[in-house]
């Protein structure tokens, strides 16, 4: 297959103000004394409202504001937003707390015109705010638009790590990505289940994507499912049981149907062990 590598682009018109917009925000994120729903806040009524900023709290008590627009600039606070993980009773509200205003501007910021599309402010904004929301993220983290967590701060990312669009990363177990590790758009990584008979009986796992793995379109990993290093879920499939090293596992249940062919040497003994089991199916 032809290697078709990205394309390096031109630096945008605007590219000095979005270099001054996200300096701003990375010297507030490192300031212990700012207040995170405040910071949250002001910065979403500067990109939707500006001509409410620096005088929120009059405006939402004004009340020759329309009723609706009051309601709108009051949803720009995440202290006036619920966020589903808040009612799960396993959630650590005082560590929940501390992220939820990052993820309610990362949330909200996708959702408007300035996030959208825009590749290049829109990967670098979410990488300036994962190291202030997961438990661990290394290098080079890319992330497309319209990912979402459950908590967050149990997640831990390794270096290179790309995330494409429309993703669900449900981090409620925990759920640790190597490094290089690529997730396809709309795929599903869940890290907790619940029990057929009894729905509030939950169980969380640890959900693993080791070195190298590649998680593809509408993929679902279930929770406490291992991919082993160079491991794959290809397109649409539904990973129930750990993806061995190197294997390539398709369908509904996935199952192995192939070995990598950059495996290394223990890799002819794998598809050796593999032909043995399509034998036997």
């Known amino acids: 297959m032809p290697r078709i590598p990205l394309q390096p682009l031109p630096a945008r018109p605007a590219q000095a103000l979005a270099d001054a917009w996200l300096a701003r925000l990375e010297k507030a994120l490192a300031d212990p004394a700012v207040d995170r729903s405040d910071l949250c806040r002001d910065t979403l009524l500067e990109l939707t409202y500006p001509q409410y900023a620096g005088r929120y709290d009059a ?144 169980t969380n796992a640890l959900t693993v994507l080791g070195d190298g793995v590649r998680i593809t379109y509408h993929a679902t990993v279930l929770a406490g499912v291992h991919v082993g290093e160079q491991g794959m879920v290809g397109a649409v499939a539904l990973a129930t049981k750990d993806v061995r090293p190197y294997h390539v596992n398709v369908g509904i249940p996935a199952k192995s149907v192939r070995v990598k062919p950059n495996a290394p040497a223990v890799g002819d003994r794998l598809r050796a062990s593999l032909e043995r089991e399509r034998e036997g199916d």
């Open 59 to 202: 405006t939402l008590a004004d009340e020759t504001v329309p009723l609706g627009t009051r309601l709108a600039l009051s949803a720009l606070d995440p202290r006036n937003v619920t966020l589903e993980p808040e009612y799960y009773g396993d959630c650590d509200q005082a560590r929940f707390q501390k992220v939820k205003p990052l993820l309610w501007l990362w949330y909200s910021f996708d959702r408007l015109p300035i996030g959208g599309q825009s590749v290049d402010l829109g990967v670098r904004f979410r990488r300036l705010l994962a190291p202030h929301v997961f438990k661990r993220v290394g290098r080079n983290f890319k992330c497309f638009q319209h990912v979402e967590f459950s908590f967050g701060y149990n997640m831990e990312v390794g270096d290179d790590v790309v995330v494409h669009r429309h993703v669900l990363l449900d981090d409620r177990g925990g759920i640790r990505l190597g490094d290089k590790v690529s997730i396809s758009d709309y795929a599903n990584i869940y890290s907790h289940t619940h029990s057929i008979v009894e729905q509030v009986d939950v």
